[in-house]
C-alpha cells in the first residue's frame, strides 16, 4: 500500500490554485454516466456556477459530453486500491450485508475515488453534489457554509454518538481543507474497514472529535424522508432512487414524443 501512495502522492494534495471563483464538482465512471444529462438538467435550471467533471473511467461520449458544459479533468488513479470483498474478513463483510444488502459492491471502487476528486478542486469554495441529486433551487448559499474553522460542511443524517453519521452527497469545502486531504489518505490505507467513502469519514470526525458546519436537511433531503415539497436537493440514492430517476428519465421522453405528434 505504500507503494501506491508513492505512485499516486500527485493526487493526494490540493490542487494548486488558479480561481477565485465558487464552482461545483460532480465525478463519474461509465457505470453511472448515464445520470449525467438529467443532472446537468436539473442544476442548469437554477444555477450557472462552473462545473468540473472529474472522470472515473468514462466512455469518450461522456467524456466530450463534459468538456462541452464545463471542465472535464482525469484522475489517474487505478480501482487497484480498493479492496474486494475476498480480501475483507467475512465477519465484516457479512455485517454489512446484513444492514445494506449486497448492492452496495459495485460502487465502492468509485465511492473511495471521491475525496481524490475533491482535491482536484482550483475553486475558492466547492462544492461536490452527487449525480443522484436532484438540484431544485440555486445552491448559491451553499458556499458560505465552508467558511467555518473545519472549512467543510456537511448534513448529519444520524445525531446518535454511537452512530454518528453524515451524508456526503452534497458537501460544502474550502480549498485547502485538512479534513478532506487526511480523508483522501485514509481511503487509500483503510478502506477495507469501511464500506464506503461517507462511513470512513463519518468516523474521522467522530474519533478526531472534530467540529464541522452543517448543511441543513432541505439542501440533501434523502429518498427516504417523507415528501418536501420545499427540499432544495433531494438525494435519491441506492438503487431505488436510480429507478425513480429512470422513470423521470422515460416520462421525459414520454412526454417530448406526444407533444411532438
Known amino acids: 500500500m505504500e507503494d501506491l501512495l508513492q505512485l499516486y502522492s500527485p493526487y493526494l494534495s490540493w490542487q494548486k490554485k488558479k480561481s477565485e471563483k465558487e464552482g461545483v464538482i460532480v465525478a463519474t465512471d461509465i457505470t453511472l454516466e448515464w445520470l449525467l444529462p438529467w443532472w446537468w438538467e436539473k442544476y442548469r435550471a437554477h444555477n450557472d456556477f462552473p462545473v468540473t467533471f472529474v472522470d472515473f473511467g468514462m466512455s469518450t461520449e461522456a467524456k466530450e459530453w463534459c468538456q462541452d458544459r464545463g471542465t472535464l479533468v482525469f484522475l489517474g488513479v487505478a480501482d487497484i486500491f480498493v479492496k474486494q470483498k475476498g480480501e475483507i474478513p467475512k465477519e465484516t463483510t457479512s455485517d454489512w450485508e446484513k444492514n445494506f444488502s449486497t448492492r452496495f459492491w459495485p460502487y465502492r471502487n468509485a465511492w473511495f475515488k471521491k475525496p481524490l476528486a475533491f482535491l482536484q478542486s482550483t475553486y475558492k469554495r466547492g462544492l ?134
Open 128 to 261: 461536490w453534489i452527487d449525480l443522484d441529486c436532484e438540484v431544485r433551487a440555486s445552491v448559491a448559499d451553499l458556499f458560505a457554509l465552508a467558511d467555518h474553522s473545519s472549512k467543510i460542511a456537511l448534513f448529519q443524517e444520524s445525531s446518535s454518538h454511537s452512530n454518528l453519521l453524515y451524508n456526503s452527497g452534497v458537501v460544502s469545502f474550502a480549498h485547502g481543507c485538512p479534513l478532506i486531504k487526511d480523508w483522501a489518505k485514509e481511503s487509500f490505507l483503510r478502506n477495507g474497514e469501511f464500506r464506503g467513502d461517507q462511513d470512513l469519514l463519518s468516523w474521522m470526525i467522530k474519533e478526531r472529535r472534530m467540529k464541522i458546519n452543517q448543511i441543513p436537511a432541505e439542501y440533501n433531503w434523502l429518498r427516504t424522508f417523507p415528501d418536501n415539497p420545499k427540499a432544495k436537493i433531494i438525494h435519491w440514492h441506492g438503487d431505488f432512487g436510480k429507478a425513480e430517476i429512470r422513470h423521470q428519465i422515460q416520462n421525459q421522453i414520454m412526454q417530448t414524443t406526444f407533444l411532438s405528434n
